[in-house]
T-cell receptor, first 115, second 116 residues
Framework: AQSVTQLDSQVPVFEEAPVELRCNYS??????LFWYVQYPNQGLQLLLK??????LVKGINGFEAEFNKSQTSFHLRKPSVHISDTAEYFC?????????????FGQGTRLTINP | KAGVTQTPRYLIKTRGQQVTLSCSPI?????VSWYQQTPGQGLQFLFEYFSETQRNKGNFPGRFSGRQFSNSRSEMNVSTLELGDSALYLCASSLGTGTGFQETQYFGPGTRLLVL
């Protein structure tokens, strides 16, 4: 079965500092990987996705993620965060399981930016 | 282009009742997916509809059902509500040309359901 583990439930950082949000997945099949952001009282917005090709994926708002197949990880990074990045971030994985596409989300990481 | 809209935004029901939530996708999008978000279980995939047919399904009981109309609008129904059904229900739309979830999904703001 597929599963996604976000290793940190909360990450506090200071403004303009770098940040890394960690995500590990387990799957016996090829998968697609995603990072979504959810601002307070809003739906989710796609930050970036990995389907194939280059393992370094660049997304919106200055975020990037690196797919590491050997470590089954897809960590999200940003070199310098802004107050407006305060939100909850979800890692997700999708793949074909028993003939149907499944989409599984991690539990989320709450990123808090302090001035 | 207008985004994904969901109605109603807030809903209060009592145990045993049923509820219907509505989702209007972005114009031209043919796939609509539904998700349940709770503090305890996080985000869970309910089902996906494409061209009026359920294409993918998560692991929810039969009390949770949905349908899609010819204009791609979708409804989700929950019968015999339980306290644990209190959640934020999100829908997302995409073009639907892929066979999986590789396309970008655009989420609505959600319907917050409270079951008393």
């Amino acid at each position: 079965a597929q599963s996604v583990t976000q290793l940190d439930s909360q990450v506090p950082v200071f403004e303009e500092a770098p940040v890394e949000l960690r995500c590990n997945y387990s799957s016996s099949v090829s998968v697609y990987l995603f990072w979504y952001v959810q601002y307070p009282n809003q739906g989710l917005q796609l930050l970036l996705k990995y389907l194939s090709g280059s393992t370094l994926v660049k997304g919106i708002n200055g975020f990037e993620a690196e797919f590491n197949k050997s470590q089954t990880s897809f960590h999200l990074r940003k070199p310098s965060v802004h107050i407006s990045d305060t939100a909850e971030y979800f890692c997700a994985v999708s793949g074909l399981i028993q003939g149907a596409q499944k989409l599984v989300f991690g539990q989320g990481t709450r990123l808090t930016i302090n001035p | 282009k207008a985004g994904v809209t969901q109605t109603p935004r807030y809903l209060i029901k009592t145990r045993g009742q049923q509820v219907t939530l509505s989702c209007s996708p972005i114009s031209g999008h043919r796939s609509v997916s539904w998700y349940q978000q709770t503090p305890g279980q996080g985000l869970q995939f309910l089902f996906e509809y494409f061209s009026e047919t359920q294409r993918n399904k998560g692991n929810f009981p039969g009390r949770f059902s949905g349908r899609q109309f010819s204009n791609s609008r979708s409804e989700m129904n929950v019968s015999t509500l339980e306290l644990g059904d209190s959640a934020l229900y999100l829908c997302a739309s995409s073009l639907g040309t892929g066979t999986g979830f590789q396309e970008t999904q655009y989420f609505g703001p959600g319907t917050r359901l409270l079951v008393l």
